[in-house]
């Protein structure tokens, strides 16, 4: 069973920095493309960062050149470095592992392959 554990998270004042991790267990963690998604109240979960297995980065327009995810193949850890760190950066922010899901696992029966840690609160005051 994947399990994703994240960390780091906490109170920082605006333009402060954090960084997150997200511990893995039970996966080929290299195999795992891996992202950060965060949620407010009364919104949807929204991409932040991701980070594929071949090390390829895409972020959110919001962060991109404030957050770098980076990820620790040996440690089975992916983190997400934020700075310049903003009030509407205020969220719970989750860690996710994915792969493709294709047409020849649906069709051998398995389920698409996603899991989410528990999250990890962030608030930034102003």
């Known amino acids: 069973q994947v399990r994703l554990v994240e960390s780091g998270g906490g109170l920082v004042q605006s333009g402060g920095s954090l960084r997150l991790s997200c511990a893995a267990s039970?996966?080929?963690?290299?195999?795992?493309?891996m992202g950060w998604y965060r949620q407010t109240p009364g919104n949807q979960r929204e991409l932040v960062a991701v980070?594929?297995?071949?090390?390829?980065?895409n972020y959110a327009d919001f962060v991109k050149g404030r957050f770098s995810i980076s990820r620790d193949n040996a440690k089975n850890t992916v983190y997400l470095q934020m700075n310049s760190l903003k009030p509407e950066d205020t969220a719970v922010y989750y860690c996710?592992?994915?792969?493709?899901?294709?047409?020849?696992?649906?069709?051998?029966?398995?389920?698409?392959?996603?899991?989410w840690g528990q999250g990890t609160q962030v608030t930034v005051s102003s």
């Open positions: 980070i594929t297995s071949g090390g390829r980065k």
């Open positions: 039970g996966s080929i963690f290299s195999m795992d493309d």
């Open positions: 996710n592992a994915e792969r493709p899901y294709t047409y020849s696992d649906y069709d051998r029966g398995l389920e698409p392959y996603e899991y």
